[in-house]
């Protein structure tokens, strides 16, 4: 399974952004998908997940209010709409994934995947 972001990039603070994740490749159903962040000389973070079936979500304190979290499971793709966005928000963005996939024996296994990440920078 691949995950591809989209949909960084350069703008000011107050700005919004829309990023998107789409997960393709092999036979595979999505559980819950997932935004992170990493910015320079940090750990990664948590942004938000959502899950598949009712869609529940979770998000950081830091977002909450200003990012949304959407997914679209029957396209495999999940959305970040990022609103009122702060310098503190530049970060190199990253789409994470937990998908039960079928293996070799015709069985199915849990795995996680990540995309390549997108940077999103926000100038004061």
């Known amino acids: 399974v691949q995950l591809v972001e989209s949909g960084g990039g350069l703008v000011q603070a107050g700005d919004s952004l829309r990023l998107s994740c789409a997960a393709s490749g092999g036979t595979f159903s999505i559980n819950a998908m997932g935004w992170y962040r990493q910015a320079p000389g940090k750990q990664r973070e948590l942004v938000a997940t959502?899950?598949?079936?009712?869609?529940?979500?979770n998000y950081a304190d830091s977002v909450k209010g200003r990012f949304t979290i959407s997914s679209e499971y029957a396209k495999n793709t999940m959305y970040l709409q990022m609103n009122s966005l702060k310098p503190e928000d530049t970060a190199v963005y990253y789409c994470d994934a937990e998908v039960r996939e079928l293996v070799s024996g015709g069985r199915y296994f849990t795995f996680h995947y990540w995309g390549q990440g997108t940077q999103v920078t926000v100038s004061s």
């Open positions: 959502i899950r598949s079936g009712g869609g529940s979500t």
